[in-house]
């Protein structure tokens, strides 16, 4: 893979406007060769998608837009981009959060693990020796995403410390291998069943330390839903019912 590969930064945004021009600034300040923004915007109220459109039209080589007028998860949105960016020739796809929770400068450090090791997929790991969570969180909130990890390693065998995260580097081939687009599941699930699939076709998952933060702007967005949706999730992928 060549040093000037396509790399290509998707996010998908939901009311994002404060953070977003701040998360774009990070990622260009990495300087790293190759290394493109796609927003996907699900027609956030707040008018995201125009604060996107103004930085795709300051740097349109390195930012793109992907406007989508169905809000329908996570799961949806990230497949809308990943898609795109494989479209377009990524080399390396990138999923990232626009709340500036996952730290950009880990970036380079998940592409030089794909580049040089056998991983199909590099994920930005709060449960690995020199990674942690938010300080802001709680005593309920960390024992909700140990639990979470365990009780998905439990029962499908990833053997990866922090199962439910989202930042993650993958390498163009594997998500082709994965075959992305049929993924049915949404929220925190859609990203265990991206891992379970890469287990299962015998690739190698590698994580990386990071230091999650707490979102600084807006809201979260885990509800009841999400959760119970996450809990089933495992099962219906280990009896095949996705």
Request: proline share 4%; charged share 25%.
């Amino acid at each position: 893979m060549g040093e000037l590969s396509k790399i290509v930064v998707v996010v998908p945004t939901y009311n994002e406007r404060e953070n977003l021009p701040v998360l774009a600034g990070l990622l260009s300040d990495l300087n790293l060769p190759g290394l493109e923004l796609l927003v996907v915007d699900d027609n956030s109220p707040d008018g995201t998608g125009d604060v996107a459109d103004e930085l795709a039209k300051e740097s349109p080589e390195k930012v793109g837009v992907l406007h989508r007028t169905v809000k329908d998860g996570l799961g949806r949105a990230y497949i809308a981009g990943i898609t795109r960016a494989l479209d377009e020739g990524a080399d390396i796809v990138i999923q990232m959060d626009a709340d500036l929770s996952h730290p950009a400068s880990v970036v380079p450090i998940m592409v030089e693990t794909l580049r040089t090791t056998d991983a199909g997929v590099v994920i930005g790991s709060r449960y690995v020796p020199g990674g942690s969570a938010a300080a802001e969180w709680g005593w309920h909130r960390r024992a909700l995403s140990a639990w979470a990890n365990f009780y998905v390693n439990a029962i499908l065998r990833l053997h990866v410390k922090d199962a439910t995260a989202g930042f993650k580097a993958w390498k163009a081939d594997t998500l082709r291998w994965i075959d992305v687009a049929s993924i049915k599941s949404n929220g925190y699930s859609f990203q265990v069943e991206m891992n379970y699939r890469t287990v299962k076709r015998g690739l190698k998952i590698a994580e990386v330390p990071i230091r999650f933060e707490e979102r600084t702007e807006g809201v979260s967005k885990m509800s009841l839903k999400v959760q119970l949706e996450s809990a089933l999730m495992p099962w219906k992928l280990l009896f095949n019912r996705t």
